[in-house]
């Protein structure tokens, strides 16, 4: 027993540091398998693009068995306002790491401007800005070292504010965005792990192909880009049949492939679901990471709003 228990102290603490260490990670921000159906938590200008009352609720646990991996709770809400050029959006996520918990609430806003009526091409301005909240709680037990780092725990609140461009037509998109402009430093023994927020870099794309009635095909991308760091890029194919069942494939560079599935249950509830394996050494320890999303949209009445695969 005292040989399994140190065991899943070493293992908490290792995940630990190495997510935190920022000369070995490029992510600080949490990651997503299906982000390509949760675009409003990384690009603001995509708030009020589905045109209808839209609302996202996503759960990721990661490297399931490996003490103290990431957990991740995300809850997304947005719309078009009157005028329609105007969309307005709240982002909620919930990020636990081993003895941190972190906490980003952000009000997001687009503006969008038409450039061509025909393919409906528009270009959309977003802007992001909200509170992020960082607590730590050594009381656990994992942590049995005289650095005075673990001795006290940390509870920080800092602002966030970001921008971001959306353009897309009624075939493909591509977007650009920087969550956060800010950086805090906290703490000084601390502050090379978790208190120092680099600027992240996001850029997204996709593309639909019609192959025939009942079928569509879309490939994505998703890079992110820390300063210091390498780039981290996810690809991903998803086919859609009959406006119901998605089927898809993703790689996320050097990290992992992933199955995903998903279900339009009705015309207002969609469910999708993420497998990740891990293709690193931690594939020794895990088995891997999924996802659960529920995503809910209110009809207009009246208004037939034609089925969209992003």
């Known amino acids: 027993m005292i040989k399994k228990s140190l065991f899943k102290k070493s293992s908490f603490l290792v995940v630990f540091i190495a997510l935190l260490s920022l000369e070995t990670q490029a992510q600080q921000d949490?990651?997503?398998?299906?982000y390509m159906y949760n675009t409003m938590s990384v690009n603001a200008g995509y708030a009020g693009q589905r045109d209808v009352l839209s609302a996202t609720l996503l759960y990721r646990t990661q490297w399931v068995g490996l003490e103290g991996a990431p957990k991740t709770l995300t809850f997304g809400i947005h719309s078009p306002l009157r005028n329609e050029r105007l969309g307005l959006g709240l982002n909620v996520v919930s990020d636990q790491l081993g003895p941190s918990e972190e906490t980003n609430v952000d009000a997001n806003i687009s503006?969008?401007?038409p450039l061509d009526y025909d393919s409906d091409l528009e270009l959309s301005f977003g802007i992001k800005a909200g509170v992020h909240f960082l607590n730590t709680d050594w009381s656990k037990g994992v942590f049995s070292f005289n650095d005075p780092s673990f001795q006290e725990n940390i509870n920080l609140i800092s602002?966030?504010?970001g921008s971001a461009l959306y353009l897309h037509s009624k075939k493909w998109y591509i977007g650009f965005s920087v969550p956060n402009f800010l950086t805090t430093d906290h703490y000084d023994d601390f502050q090379e792990s978790i208190a120092t927020e680099r600027l992240h870099y996001f850029l997204i794309g996709g593309y639909v192909f019609d192959l025939n009635n009942d079928l569509k095909l879309k490939p994505s991308f998703f890079v992110k880009a820390v300063s210091g760091a390498p780039l981290i890029a996810d690809l991903s194919l998803n086919a859609l049949y009959d406006n119901k069942f998605t089927l898809?494939?993703?790689?996320?560079?050097?990290?992992?492939?992933?199955?995903?599935?998903?279900?339009?249950?009705?015309?207002?509830?969609?469910?999708?679901?993420?497998?990740?394996?891990?293709?690193?050494?931690?594939?020794?320890y895990n088995s891997g990471s999924h996802e659960i999303m529920l995503r809910f949209e209110l009809q207009k009445i009246g208004r037939l709003i034609s089925p969209r695969f992003f």
């Open 111 to 113: 503006y969008s401007i």
């Open 159 to 161: 602002p966030t504010i």
């Open 248 to 284: 898809g494939l993703a790689y996320r560079w050097d990290d992992s492939v992933s199955v995903l599935a998903g279900l339009q249950i009705t015309k207002g509830l969609y469910a999708g679901y993420a497998y990740d394996l891990t293709t690193t050494g931690l594939n020794n």
């Open 30 to 34: 949490p990651q997503y398998t299906q």
